[in-house]
């Protein structure tokens, strides 16, 4: 039960509901799925007077064309399991979607655009749009703007999202149609230890690690892969020092998450590869 005194807004408008959020900066929350926030406001670790409701605003559409797919700010990990042309133009987020912690609950109600505006260390969809190269579509006071998902994350739970802004639409380049994935995790309703996202694209390889690191982690080892597969012992010491400040949480602690990020990152280049693990 939420305990404080809540005013629901529901605008109609992009700019109405900016607006709304710049009016009360500081003692407003934005209601999309909900799946964080409202367990939040129940256990009263979450106090605001305000709550902007986006659901008035449709963006509720998946949109496939011959470059991206656009992934409006309402669409849930269930509309994306669903979606058969999304399914064959970003496969990784299908994957991302269907192994999401939480189950079918959170799957019909939570949103990828929540889950990348909460920024959380230890979700799924961070590191996973980081690691396609998604493109985050902000609307606020001055108007739309877009920022890459690699530079949309400054800290655990901070994002560079500026008073009155929140996220229309996800775009994810065609270019991201092939990726290997590994995920590790105690149980299937737990938060992930360690997700790993490869990818080979003209020449580049990079792997992008979630859980590990109080943002999403991208890694460039081009030069490891240049000769055919990537070497997993240096891809392992390559990933180790990128890590000097490992993600500690009731799951595992830094050093445990700095050992096994590198294996991780293994599996998932041998997926993409190919290769037994």
Known sequence: MIRTPLRY????????ASALLVEHRGDVAVLGGGTQLLPQMNRDQVHVGHLVDLRGLGLRRIEVTD????????????DVLLSRDLSRAAPHLRRVAHGVT???QIRNTGTLAGSACFAMPGSDMPAALVGIDAILRLHGPDGAR???????????????LRPGEFVLAITIPRTAARTGYCKVKHSSGSWPIATATARRLDGSATVTLGSVHATPLHVDVSDLASNGPVDRAALADRVRS?????????????????RIAGVVAARA?????????
């Open 67 to 78: 470059d991206q797919v656009v992934v409006e700010a309402l669409v849930t990990y269930a």
């Open 242 to 258: 990128a890590l000097p400040a490992p993600w500690t949480d009731v799951l595992a602690p830094g050093d445990y998450r700095a």
């Open 146 to 160: 877009e920022v890459r998902a690699a530079d949309f994350y400054v800290d655990a739970f901070t994002t560079v």
């Open 9 to 16: 807004h529901r605008p109609r408008t992009p700019d109405e």
């Open 269 to 277: 280049f041998s997926e993409l590869e190919g290769v037994p693990a």
């Open 102 to 104: 939480g189950g079918r």
